[in-house]
Protein backbone atom coordinates (compact mmCIF):
# COMPACT_ATOMS: atom_id res chain seq x y z
CA UNK A 1 0.00 0.00 0.00
CA UNK A 2 1.12 3.68 -0.71
CA UNK A 3 1.18 6.52 1.25
CA UNK A 4 0.63 9.99 0.07
CA UNK A 5 1.55 13.05 1.65
CA UNK A 6 -0.24 16.22 0.61
CA UNK A 7 1.30 19.63 1.67
CA UNK A 8 -1.18 22.49 1.18
CA UNK A 9 -0.95 26.41 2.09
CA UNK A 10 -2.93 28.20 2.79
CA UNK A 11 -5.27 30.98 0.22
CA UNK A 12 -3.60 34.10 2.23
CA UNK A 13 -0.37 32.56 1.85
CA UNK A 14 -0.76 31.07 -1.54
CA UNK A 15 -2.39 34.78 -3.01
CA UNK A 16 -1.10 37.09 -1.14
CA UNK A 17 1.67 37.88 1.36
CA UNK A 18 0.58 37.85 4.80
CA UNK A 19 3.90 39.32 6.26
CA UNK A 20 4.45 41.88 3.87
CA UNK A 21 0.52 42.83 4.04
CA UNK A 22 1.28 43.39 8.52
CA UNK A 23 5.05 45.21 7.30
CA UNK A 24 2.72 47.53 5.29
CA UNK A 25 -0.08 48.26 7.76
CA UNK A 26 3.06 49.02 10.23
CA UNK A 27 4.62 51.00 7.91
CA UNK A 28 1.35 53.31 6.78
CA UNK A 29 -0.39 53.35 10.30
CA UNK A 30 3.34 54.80 11.52
CA UNK A 31 4.50 58.11 12.66
CA UNK A 32 6.13 59.02 9.89
CA UNK A 33 3.00 59.63 8.09
CA UNK A 34 1.75 62.04 11.38
CA UNK A 35 -1.67 60.53 10.98
CA UNK A 36 -2.61 61.30 7.43
CA UNK A 37 -4.33 64.44 8.03
CA UNK A 38 -6.18 66.34 5.18
CA UNK A 39 -3.15 69.22 4.10
CA UNK A 40 -1.05 67.96 6.09
CA UNK A 41 3.01 66.53 5.59
CA UNK A 42 1.72 62.95 6.31
CA UNK A 43 -0.87 62.73 4.26
CA UNK A 44 1.06 64.00 1.11
CA UNK A 45 3.75 60.90 2.32
CA UNK A 46 0.89 58.19 2.75
CA UNK A 47 -0.27 59.06 -0.80
CA UNK A 48 3.48 59.08 -2.72
CA UNK A 49 3.26 55.47 -1.05
CA UNK A 50 0.05 54.01 -1.56
CA UNK A 51 1.43 55.08 -5.68
CA UNK A 52 4.61 53.36 -5.45
CA UNK A 53 2.41 50.31 -4.04
CA UNK A 54 0.29 49.91 -6.43
CA UNK A 55 3.20 50.11 -8.96
CA UNK A 56 5.14 47.89 -7.36
CA UNK A 57 2.42 45.58 -7.47
CA UNK A 58 1.42 45.95 -11.30
CA UNK A 59 -1.83 48.23 -10.30
CA UNK A 60 -2.16 50.60 -13.58
CA UNK A 61 -2.66 54.07 -13.45
CA UNK A 62 -6.43 55.36 -15.00
CA UNK A 63 -5.03 58.52 -15.83
CA UNK A 64 -1.39 59.57 -16.56
CA UNK A 65 -0.65 58.84 -12.37
CA UNK A 66 -2.63 57.59 -9.70
CA UNK A 67 -3.85 60.79 -8.24
CA UNK A 68 -7.03 62.23 -8.80
CA UNK A 69 -7.40 65.67 -7.14
CA UNK A 70 -9.86 68.15 -6.11
CA UNK A 71 -11.03 70.65 -3.90
CA UNK A 72 -13.89 71.46 -1.08
CA UNK A 73 -14.85 73.29 1.59
CA UNK A 74 -15.08 72.35 5.03
CA UNK A 75 -15.96 74.61 8.41
CA UNK A 76 -15.22 78.15 6.19
CA UNK A 77 -11.71 76.53 4.65
CA UNK A 78 -10.78 75.25 1.31
CA UNK A 79 -9.02 71.94 1.17
CA UNK A 80 -7.35 69.99 -1.28
CA UNK A 81 -7.60 65.95 -1.49
CA UNK A 82 -6.39 63.90 -3.73
CA UNK A 83 -7.41 59.73 -4.56
CA UNK A 84 -5.09 57.68 -5.20
CA UNK A 85 -6.94 55.24 -8.16
CA UNK A 86 -5.32 52.42 -9.92
CA UNK A 87 -6.41 49.08 -12.06
CA UNK A 88 -6.03 45.88 -12.68
CA UNK A 89 -7.12 44.77 -15.76
CA UNK A 90 -10.04 41.86 -16.24
CA UNK A 91 -9.26 39.12 -18.58
CA UNK A 92 -13.42 38.41 -20.09
CA UNK A 93 -14.79 41.72 -19.32
CA UNK A 94 -12.62 44.86 -19.59
CA UNK A 95 -14.54 47.26 -20.23
CA UNK A 96 -16.62 46.54 -17.14
CA UNK A 97 -15.01 47.80 -14.11
CA UNK A 98 -15.96 46.54 -10.05
CA UNK A 99 -14.48 49.49 -7.46
CA UNK A 100 -12.66 48.02 -4.34
CA UNK A 101 -11.95 51.29 -1.92
CA UNK A 102 -10.55 51.88 1.28
CA UNK A 103 -9.69 55.64 2.54
CA UNK A 104 -5.89 56.57 3.46
CA UNK A 105 -7.07 59.51 5.36
CA UNK A 106 -7.46 59.79 8.81
CA UNK A 107 -7.36 62.54 11.53
CA UNK A 108 -3.54 63.85 11.65
CA UNK A 109 -1.72 65.46 14.35
CA UNK A 110 -4.08 67.15 17.08
CA UNK A 111 -2.52 68.93 20.22
CA UNK A 112 0.58 67.14 19.50
CA UNK A 113 -0.70 63.54 19.60
CA UNK A 114 -0.36 61.30 16.26
CA UNK A 115 -3.90 59.65 15.56
CA UNK A 116 -2.13 57.05 13.46
CA UNK A 117 -5.52 55.27 12.53
CA UNK A 118 -4.66 51.59 11.35
CA UNK A 119 -8.05 49.93 12.42
CA UNK A 120 -9.88 50.70 9.32
CA UNK A 121 -8.21 53.16 7.22
CA UNK A 122 -4.30 52.08 6.77
CA UNK A 123 -5.74 48.11 7.35
CA UNK A 124 -8.51 48.86 4.42
CA UNK A 125 -5.81 50.20 1.95
CA UNK A 126 -3.60 47.47 3.01
CA UNK A 127 -6.15 44.91 1.54
CA UNK A 128 -6.48 46.52 -1.57
CA UNK A 129 -2.66 45.97 -1.62
CA UNK A 130 -3.48 42.19 -1.10
CA UNK A 131 -6.52 42.40 -3.53
CA UNK A 132 -3.80 43.40 -6.22
CA UNK A 133 -1.30 40.27 -5.23
CA UNK A 134 -4.22 38.47 -5.42
CA UNK A 135 -5.56 39.57 -9.06
CA UNK A 136 -2.03 39.37 -10.24
CA UNK A 137 -1.65 35.76 -9.78
CA UNK A 138 -5.72 35.09 -10.49
CA UNK A 139 -6.80 37.58 -12.69
CA UNK A 140 -10.10 38.64 -12.52
CA UNK A 141 -12.89 38.81 -15.40
CA UNK A 142 -14.01 41.89 -14.83
CA UNK A 143 -11.93 44.81 -14.59
CA UNK A 144 -10.74 46.27 -10.78
CA UNK A 145 -10.72 49.65 -9.91
CA UNK A 146 -8.78 49.90 -6.38
CA UNK A 147 -9.52 53.60 -4.72
CA UNK A 148 -7.51 55.07 -2.02
CA UNK A 149 -9.90 58.04 -1.32
CA UNK A 150 -8.57 60.89 0.66
CA UNK A 151 -10.84 63.13 2.67
CA UNK A 152 -13.42 60.33 4.29
CA UNK A 153 -12.59 62.04 7.58
CA UNK A 154 -13.95 65.43 6.39
CA UNK A 155 -17.32 64.35 4.93
CA UNK A 156 -16.73 61.34 2.74
CA UNK A 157 -15.29 63.83 -0.04
CA UNK A 158 -13.22 61.96 -1.72
CA UNK A 159 -15.41 59.08 -2.56
CA UNK A 160 -17.92 61.38 -3.23
CA UNK A 161 -15.86 63.14 -5.93
CA UNK A 162 -14.80 60.18 -7.48
CA UNK A 163 -18.50 59.23 -7.98
CA UNK A 164 -18.91 62.57 -9.91
CA UNK A 165 -16.32 62.27 -11.45
CA UNK A 166 -15.49 58.85 -12.77
CA UNK A 167 -12.48 58.53 -14.99
Known amino acids: M ?21 NRLEELSSDTYEGRGIGERGNTLARTYISEEF ?12 D ?7 IGKE ?18 YIVISAH ?29 EYFFKKPPKHSVILAAFDAEETGLQGSKY ?6
Open 55 to 66: KKLNVFPLQKTY
Open 79 to 96: YQGTNVIGGVRGTDFPEK
Open 2 to 22: KTFCIYSQSISETLYNKTELL
Open 162 to 167: FVKHPL
Open 68 to 74: QGFSFWS
Open 104 to 132: FDHLGTKDGKIYNGADDNASGVCALFAFA
